[in-house]
């Protein structure tokens, strides 16, 4: 490697990229291009960067396998900076078997930390933890033991286990000041800061409050029966109901467990179950079929009783009931959480992270964009959306990933 790579290579590990650009800014050969692209990265370019890099790994030759790898590596990691998850993870995954098999841990470390936070986006938790389970025991650069603890506390967050979580942000908070990398810092500052930032809201006897996650996960951990609204799902202790399949049964569950200890009128119940104004006998039947189905679907939880004036939840074991609801009352409320990192996305991304269709969110971000709550830069292809970080609280309940059962 000659003397200007050389200097242009220190340059971008002291963060300096405009120093690098400086010294190969005129070179076409391919590792120049690979490090021109990491600068334009670096700079914040992440469109050119990708066109960068993605060229040098097509000029590196046949038998120079590692340095190939590695270009797919940063066209990777620019892919995620993008919010781009329709990336090949299969070409990652290959260059992360190329890097292990030619002895470059660090990369490869690196890689298998990529991969783990595309996981953690798309809400694979379990494919995460798999991924960061196959790391080695050898020790790694402090920035690359950063991420990694940054990914576990986020797969911890996701499964409502804040102890675990606090410990893997206090680990990588150590390994990012120790690294010298500003941004990593302010990332894993913005994480735990979150832990303290109401997650959910607790409705119950009348009283809406705020509830931090370990708040959430005592709560679930009591032998409360607990209506999540998060989940659209009915739980207590180890039991759990789903019901995010069922919607006008939950409606009508979440607005019984409101309403208890007392009953939940009829004329309330058919406005939250079918957003009837004025009630008429076909209204009256259908609600009293849907309460029989709801009465089923609670059997190994609580009784529905029918009263005077409409119907009250009956616990079997009386504990208490609590209405576990969103820290804010969106119609796109999952669209919001994923925007609100900051991260430019497109709907395509948005769509693989919910698990929905991409037409879906385009006409969730077409809505959000009237009432002036997203923003979008770019058309056709490239088009991008964002919003400004909601104040206030946390959108690990917003996201997708199921609840741990017990």
């Known amino acids: ?18 120093d690098a650009l ?25 469109d050119r960067a990708r066109v960068l890099v993605r060229r040098a790994g097509q000029a590196f030759g046949p038998t120079e396998a590692v340095a190939r790898a590695r270009c797919v590596l940063a066209e990777a990691e620019i892919a995620l900076a993008c919010r781009d998850l329709d990336w090949s993870a299969a070409a990652l995954e290959q260059a992360l078997t190329v890097l292990e098999a030619h002895g470059d841990r ?32 050898e020790p790694l650069p402090p920035a690359v033991t950063a991420v990694r603890d940054l990914v576990a506390a986020g797969i911890a967050m996701r499964r409502l286990r804040t102890q675990a979580a606090r410990a893997a ?20 500052d913005g994480a735990t800061a979150s832990l303290d930032a109401p997650a959910a809201r ?49 409606a009508l ?19 939250r179950a079918f957003g009837a104004r004025e009630a008429d006998d076909s209204h009256r039947a259908r609600l009293r079929v849907e309460m029989g189905r709801l009465r089923a679907a609670l059997r190994p939880l609580a009784g529905v009783q029918a009263t005077t004036r409409g119907f009250t939840l009956v616990p079997k074991a009386c504990h208490g009931v609590a209405v576990l609801a969103r820290p804010i009352e969106d119609e796109h409320a ?21 698990g929905t269709s991409q037409r879906t969110v385009q006409r969730a971000l077409d809505a959000l964009a009237e ?28 996201l997708p990933g199921p609840l741990p059962a017990g």
Not at 127 to 135: D, F, K, M, S
Not at 175 to 188: D, F, K
Not at 371 to 398: C, E, M
Request: aromatic share 4%; with cysteine.
């Open 253 to 271: 569950a979440r607005a019984l467990g409101e309403a208890w200890p007392g009953d939940a009128v009829r004329d309330a119940l058919l406005r």
């Open 334 to 354: 999952g669209v919001l959480a994923l925007l609100s990192d900051g991260e430019f996305w497109s709907s395509s991304a948005l769509a693989l992270a919910l």
């Open 169 to 188: 942000l206090e680990r990588a908070g150590r390994s990012a000041r120790a690294a010298g990398i500003a941004s990593l810092t302010a990332e894993i």
């Open 202 to 250: 607790l409705v119950t006897g009348g009283e809406d409050r705020p509830l931090r996650l370990d708040e959430v996960e005592a709560l679930l951990a009591s032998p409360a029966l607990v209506v999540d609204a998060c989940r659209h799902a009915v739980r207590q202790g180890e039991t759990m109901v789903p019901l995010a399949r069922r919607p006008v049964l939950f």
């Open 22 to 46: 400086n010294r190969v800014s005129l070179r076409d050969d391919a590792p120049a291009l690979a490090l021109r692209g990491i600068a334009m990265a670096q700079l914040g370019d992440l």
């Open 106 to 137: 660090v990369n490869a470390a690196h890689a298998r930390n990529l991969v783990g936070r595309r996981f953690l986006l798309v809400g694979r938790l379990d494919a995460a933890e798999r991924t960061l389970a196959g790391a080695g025991p």
């Open 371 to 398: 009432d002036g709550k997203v923003q979008s830069y770019g058309r056709g292809r490239a088009r991008r959306w964002t919003t400004p970080p909601l104040p206030g609280f946390t959108t690990t309940l917003l």
């Open 1 to 18: 490697m000659d003397s200007l790579i050389t200097a242009a290579a220190r340059a971008l590990a002291a963060g300096d990229p405009l």
